[in-house]
């Protein structure tokens, strides 16, 4: 069993922080299939549509009948370690400072063997399940875990590693009066968070459950307003260094198209959605990006969520749905500013939410509290685009299938 | 078809140039060295060799074509043999048929590697493509991480112990003191196999090769091409190869050999009691164990007690990798592929001075190379006899 991971001790400021270094991150085109399926939490390898022969390692041609019609698919996850090592003595300065390492081969039920990484509480002649996730290069790495879960598995060293797990970590929420902060603070502090802290921008307009949130322990609320550069860096002085994880809500959305809206709105919305996550990427990346080896609560994640309508205009919130495209754009660039320091980047996108600028839509709509469920299953599993709710995943597929399919449907004459 | 025979082609001049932890020095220079010191025995000037075999990971940019001109070559036979520690034998296969054609008359076969501060490393992160996707990002122990999971499972399979693979690493160890090119100078016991540090579990220091820089030559030429030279020759009695055998299999527990070691006999016209000496490929014991194995010397899984009841020593019932092997005399990379051979045409040619096995006259090397993933993926073996002495 897992051995419980205990809270860091207070650091010492005269020591050297651990610089930030990362697995092997070259990966052959192929293999970013693996790195894909691990962003969405899927568990994919390449079927080859001829002969139906699963493949690994990643390749351009089927090994059994030479097939190049080779398909990443969903695969069933189960197998057996057939082999383990622990490994102490390696080249890269990654996993020199991260020594023993354990890794083994598991033979998939499905057929190929494949080398992974090894939870502590699996050993030769287990069977096991296997799991895709992203490393610190941000690639996709395999580790074979356990079947049933243990209470603090989620602890182990190495599989920490591929997580943004929020225990004993520190996480600022930006706004206090998004509907979805509640659940969230509600459970980040149940995985264990150290510290919540959560921003407010307008102290004269305080929501209902304002004083509720500010009398919580392991709560403090702060002064932040995403649309004020000065007031980003304010607060960034004062908690960027211990800030481990930061979850963007702050938004701003008005109903409407693009030909009768008020470009005050669109301005709002611009300022707030695309130019607001710049700021905090500005003012507490840097920071958090210099922090990503520093122990237990080392920084891990930056957290956006975002309209599903980043990918797909939605005609009735044309506005809005340009300020979502801009702040998607914008996290994809970051993912490559902070690539360097292994600081995850997580969108997680949701259909239209339950509350009151979605007011005249039908169901389904997504509640806060299952809003909150996702932005925590996305950083306990460590993934990098979650889609929230019914409408958000059906949008996701219908864009994955054909763009230009679903910008029709989206923007009238589907039937 | 029957497979014909090397009748008329000989091998010849087993050169070795000394190994070197570290060296700021370049393939090219060290396969120069090795070249000059082939075409020095054999009385030819570097534009009159007309066949010319090169092994190396670390030529990089260049290849075996830009070497000809770097080193002032004209050869009408050029190849270029990437196989590393299967290199030697496919580089003597390929070398050999093509002189019995008449394609060539002399083919110079040569392997060499630098090892500059580093360089291991970089070789390692971009060894082959699934490597880099599947492999080297989990925990970056390279082969020795990689190798280690197939001792892993060989022992769980076939009972095999450390001490097993320890008997391997310091029987050859005993040899190296006899081999001055060795880089490895002191005694090895068991007790100090068994307690050295771990670099991978099951493998500790004892079971890893030193990588180093340095180069292994020898000639391939017509009977009498050799006679007129005043060359001692060795015959070539057999050979075999063979590329990912098994693949359905889970992990490694067997090597291509075992495609292929009949016809290896056959073609020989002897069986595993003929052989003198034998020099496998030792990346890691366990590998020489699956030979012992694969090659017919024991049944499958009775390598362990096979190492338990011979001694695999110079002046022992078994002797087997007389000059140290890589273990003890370093691997100079794709060099690893050819110091076995280069060896064995000392032994069964009278010249291996301090390591001489006594009256030996037939000698099997194999050959194994490449993990491109998670197994070794070529094999090659050849039985070279001396009679030609």
């Known amino acids: 069993m897992t051995d419980k991971l205990l809270p860091p001790k207070k650091k010492n400021p005269q020591l050297r922080q651990r610089v930030p270094t990362l697995p092997p991150a070259m990966r052959s085109r192929a293999a970013l299939g693996l790195t894909a399926a691990a962003a969405r939490g899927e568990f994919s390898l390449q079927h080859c549509e001829d002969c139906g022969a699963v493949q690994y390692p990643p390749r351009d041609a089927c090994s059994s009948c030479l097939s190049v019609k080779l398909s990443w698919r969903e695969t069933g996850r189960q197998g057996k370690l057939i082999a383990e090592t622990r490994i102490h003595a390696s080249p890269d300065p990654y996993y020199r400072e991260r020594l023993p390492w354990r890794s083994g081969l598991v033979r998939l039920d499905a057929g190929p063997t494949v080398l992974c990484h090894l939870h502590g509480d699996v050993g030769r002649g287990d069977t096991l399940r296997m799991d895709l996730k992203l490393d610190k290069a941000g690639q996709g790495a395999m580790i074979a875990l356990p079947v049933e879960r243990t209470p603090d598995m989620a602890d182990d060293p190495q599989l920490r590693s591929l997580t943004a797990d929020p225990k004993h970590r520190r996480i600022l929420i930006t706004d206090i009066r998004s509907p979805m902060t509640r659940p969230l603070i509600d459970g980040l502090l149940a995985a264990g968070a150290a510290h919540v802290f959560v921003g407010q921008s307008e102290s004269w307009r305080r929501g209902s459950d304002h004083e509720a949130i500010a009398a919580l322990d392991k709560v403090s609320v702060v002064q932040l307003d995403v649309t004020d550069a000065s007031s980003v860096q304010r607060l960034a002085a004062e908690i960027g260094g211990k800030t481990d994880i930061l979850i963007n809500t702050a938004r701003f959305v008005r109903p409407g198209g693009v030909l009768g809206a008020d470009t005050v709105f669109a301005r709002e919305e611009f300022e707030t959605n695309a130019l607001g996550l710049m700021r905090l990427a500005q003012a507490f990346g840097p920071g958090m990006a210099s922090r990503t080896a520093d122990g237990v609560n080392s920084a891990v994640a930056l957290v956006n969520l975002l309209s599903v309508h980043a990918l797909s205009a939605d005609p009735h919130y044309g506005a809005f749905s340009a300020s979502q495209s801009a702040a998607l754009s914008i996290s994809q660039t970051l993912r490559s500013e902070f690539r360097s320091s292994g600081l995850r980047v997580i969108n997680v996108f949701t259909g239209p939410t339950d509350d009151e600028w979605h007011q005249p839509l039908p169901p389904p709509k997504v509640p806060p509290k299952a809003l909150a469920k996702s932005v925590l299953t996305a950083l306990g599993e460590g993934l990098e685009d979650v889609f929230c709710g019914d409408v958000a995943k059906d949008l996701q597929e219908r864009w994955r299938k054909d763009a230009k399919v679903l910008e029709r449907e989206l923007t009238g004459g589907g039937a | ?389």
């Open chain 2, 1 to 389: 078809m029957k497979r014909q025979s090397y009748e008329g082609v000989v091998v010849t001049a087993p050169v070795s140039v000394p190994y070197v932890r570290y060296s700021q020095e370049t393939a090219h220079w060290w396969i120069a060295r090795a070249l000059k010191q082939l075409l020095d025995v054999a009385g030819l000037s570097p534009r009159e060799l007309d066949g010319f075999s090169v092994s190396s990971f670390t030529l990089f940019p260049d290849t075996p074509v830009g070497l000809t001109q770097h080193l002032g070559l004209s050869p009408r036979w050029l190849d270029s043999i990437p196989m590393g520690g299967a290199s030697g034998v496919v580089a003597l296969r390929r070398a050999a048929r093509a002189v019995q054609a008449g394609d060539v008359d002399v083919v110079a076969c040569v392997a060499g590697d630098a090892n500059r501060i580093d360089s291991f490393r970089q070789l390692l992160s971009s060894f082959s493509r699934f490597a880099m996707d599947a492999s080297y990002p989990y925990g970056s122990g390279g082969p020795n991480a990689s190798f280690a999971l197939i001792a892993d499972a060989y022992m769980a399979e076939y009972g095999a112990t450390r001490e097993d693979f320890g008997r391997i690493a310091v029987a050859q160890r005993a040899n190296a003191l006899h081999y001055p090119n060795a880089i490895m100078k002191s005694p090895l016991t068991l007790e100090q196999y068994l307690s050295a540090r771990p670099i991978s579990e099951p493998f500790g220091l004892f079971d890893c090769v030193m990588p180093c820089a340095g180069a292994e030559g020898f000639l391939v030429m017509r009977e009498d091409e050799a006679q007129r030279r005043g060359l001692a020759y060795a015959r070539i009695a057999s050979t075999i190869e063979r590329h990912n055998a098994f693949p359905e299999d889970p992990v490694q527990l067997r090597g291509g050999w075992v495609m292929d070691v009949d016809e290896l006999y056959e073609m020989a016209e002897c069986g595993p009691d003929a052989i003198d000496v034998l020099e496998t490929y030792d990346d890691y014991p366990v590998i020489s164990m699956m030979q012992f194995e694969d090659l017919g010397f024991c049944a499958k899984g009775e390598g362990p007690q096979f190492v338990r009841d011979r001694d695999l020593t110079i002046d022992g019932d078994f002797p087997h990798n007389t000059s140290g092997g890589q273990l003890s005399a370093g691997q100079a990379g794709a060099a690893g592929g050819y110091l076995g051979l280069v060896e064995a045409i000392r032994q069964v040619t009278g010249q291996a001075a301090g390591t001489q096995v006594a009256e030996a006259k037939t000698a099997m090397v194999s050959g194994f190379g490449m993990i491109n993933y998670d197994r070794g993926l070529c094999s090659s073996a050849a039985i070279i006899t001396g009679a030609g002495r």
